[in-house]
C-alpha cells in the first residue's frame, strides 16, 4: 500500500520516513520528493509498505503528528 506523507519539514529525508515509518512494519520504499532546479524538498513524500493492515495503522498513528516541528499529514496515495 503506498501512502502520501505532506507538510513535511523541508530538512527530512527518505531515510527519516523510513525510520518512522518501520516501527509499524515493513517499508519497501521511503521517498521524499526534491526540487529538480533547487535540490530542496518539495515538503512531502510516499511510504510504500507491503502489508495493507500496517499500513493502515501507521496512516492512523502517525497523521496529524508533530515530526521534526511541523504536523504532518498521512493519507492513502
Known amino acids: 500500500m503506498t501512502l502520501y506523507i505532506e ?30 532546479d533547487t535540490q530542496r524538498s518539495c515538503c512531502y513524500g510516499f511510504i510504500i509498505m507491503q502489508n495493507t493492515q500496517e499500513a493502515m495503522q501507521a496512516k492512523q498513528e502517525l497523521n496529524n503528528i508533530n515530526f521534526m516541528d511541523r504536523f504532518i499529514k498521512v493519507s492513502k496515495a
Open 7 to 36: 507538510n513535511l519539514n523541508r530538512f527530512i529525508s527518505s531515510h527519516h520516513l523510513l525510520q518512522l515509518f518501520s516501527a509499524y512494519g515493513l517499508v519497501t520504499e521511503a521517498t521524499v520528493i526534491m526540487n529538480k
